[in-house]
């Protein structure tokens, strides 16, 4: 069975720092991918970025970045110069070759001025 | 403008009175799929459809009955609602060709309460 774990279940950065929230994924496919999820508090799902288990290069998108290491089965999400709007559940998921998409628990980030 | 609707987005109801909670998308996405968000659980998979007419069981297909009888729809039902039922529901789609996977669009959210 496919699972995310996701460590964190809260964290906290002050406005204009970078922050990494962690992800490791456990497969034994070789084709998969990996996204990114952010909910605030409004509830909505609003995808961030995504990874493909055979890309080269990790994703970047704006001030996002996914720290991609295949071997130790991490995907990391890095926010750079963190915005107050950036307070938010941030939920990690895999979708591998059974097409069944999974989620972590999630990591609240807070923001602070 | 693409999205998802889902419809109803809050319900209350009783235990045992068949509800269906529609989701649409027109976006023409192959894949469609149910969730469920509980406190400190995340989003857990309840069914999920590749195309129209084919469905899978996701990690908690218990309770839930869907179908896919039309590309753009994909309604979940619940025939005998529970308690335990009580969740935040989401619907999402998207594209799916072969090994490439695609980015999920959510929609809105079905806040369900069972009493």
């Known amino acids: 069975a496919q699972k995310i774990t996701q460590t964190q279940p809260g964290m906290f950065v002050q406005e204009k720092e970078a922050v990494t929230l962690d992800c490791t994924y456990d497969t034994s496919d070789q084709s998969y991918g990996l996204f990114w999820y952010k909910q605030p508090s409004s509830g909505e799902m609003i995808f961030l970025i995504y990874q493909g288990s055979y890309d080269e290069q990790n994703a970047t998108e704006g001030r996002y970045s996914l720290n991609f290491q295949k071997a130790r089965k991490s995907a990391n999400l890095v926010i750079s110069a963190s915005q107050l709007g950036d307070s938010a559940m941030y939920f990690c998921a895999m979708m591998s070759a059974g097409y069944a998409l999974n989620f972590g628990k999630g990591t609240s980030l807070l923001v602070t001025p | 403008e693409a999205q998802v609707t889902q419809n109803p987005r809050y319900l209350i109801t009783v235990t045992g009175k068949k509800l269906t909670v529609t989701c649409s998308q027109n976006m023409n996405h192959e894949y469609m799929s149910w969730y469920r968000q509980d406190p400190g659980l995340g989003l857990r998979q309840i069914y999920y459809?590749?195309?129209?007419?084919?469905?899978d069981k996701g990690d908690v297909p218990e309770g839930y009955k869907v179908s896919r009888k039309e590309k753009r729809n994909f309604p979940l039902i619940l025939e005998s609602p529970s308690p335990n039922q009580t969740s935040l529901y989401f619907c999402?789609?998207?594209?799916?060709?072969?090994?490439?996977?695609?980015?999920?669009?959510f929609g809105p959210g079905t806040r369900l309460t069972v009493t």
């Open positions: 999402a789609s998207s594209l799916s060709q072969g090994e490439r996977t695609y980015e999920q669009y």
């Open positions: 459809s590749m195309n129209v007419e084919v469905t």
